[in-house]
């Protein structure tokens, strides 16, 4: 049973280009949700994905967005790049809005 | 808004015992997880507290009250592939399971 996947694993970006990042759930959950993990830092929620609409949102600017298919699997992308952006981004899977997250090992970005 | 205390780094020997505490200020609550987290892999789940008490799982325990916003982990017969970060982190709301994490504790375990 594969658990939570991201691709892609490291990638490398200059400021103002514009990002991609891709996360497949595990095997039955329906809910998706990303985290921006800082250097050093906690991660931080950004938003969830149920039923393929965003669900809730975190302190996070509109360059930031994302979408879910309907085989449950999700996008995160990220617009006009800055330094600040650079991080580790999680996805975490779940069954249901309420039910424990599995977290994938994350994309880790750095942008120049 | 939302705060969340814990250590940043803590060193401890192989056997011993280690307590991480995490404080809280969250506008609501809905439970507190810990994640353990090995560098440059995912978050794992070890334990989530919603009433006050003690939770024990195996080798690892965790306590809560929430009249103090407080929690701590307790990691026994330290072993060294302990070492790993310490995420606290809390739910502040029913019906969603968003989390609002702490920076994490850095736990070294040495011989």
């Known amino acids: 049973d594969a658990g939570v996947t991201q691709s892609p694993t490291h990638l490398i970006k200059t400021r103002g280009q514009q990002v991609t990042l891709r996360c497949s759930p595990k095997s039955g959950h329906d809910t998706v949700s990303w985290y921006q993990q800082a250097l050093g830092q906690g991660p931080q929620f950004i938003f969830q994905?149920?039923?393929?609409?965003?669900?809730q949102r975190g302190n996070f600017p509109d360059r930031f967005s994302g979408h879910q298919f309907p085989n449950y699997s999700s996008e995160l992308n990220v617009n006009a790049l800055l330094l600040g952006d650079s991080a580790l981004y999680l996805c975490?899977?779940?069954?249901?809005?309420?039910?424990?997250?599995?977290f994938g090992e994350g994309s880790r970005l750095t942008v120049l | 808004g939302q705060n969340i205390d814990q250590p940043t780094e803590m060193t401890a020997t192989e056997g011993a015992i280690v307590q991480i505490n995490c404080t809280y200020q969250?506008?609501?609550?809905?439970?507190l997880f810990w994640y353990q987290q090995h560098a440059g892999e995912a978050p794992t789940f070890l334990s989530y507290?919603?009433?006050?008490g003690l939770e024990e799982k195996g080798r690892f325990s965790s306590f809560l009250s929430r009249s103090k916003g407080y929690s701590y982990l307790l990691l026994k017969e330290l072993q060294m592939k302990d070492s790993a970060s310490y995420l606290c982190?809390?739910?502040?709301?029913?019906?969603?399971?968003?989390?609002?994490f702490g920076t994490g504790t850095r736990l070294t375990v040495i011989p």
């Open positions: 994905y149920y039923e393929e609409e965003e669900r």
């Open positions: 507290n919603v009433l006050d």
């Open positions: 982190a809390v739910s502040d709301q029913t019906g969603a399971n968003n989390l609002f």
């Open positions: 969250t506008s609501g609550f809905n439970g």
């Open positions: 975490a899977s779940s069954l249901s809005r309420t039910g424990e997250l599995f």
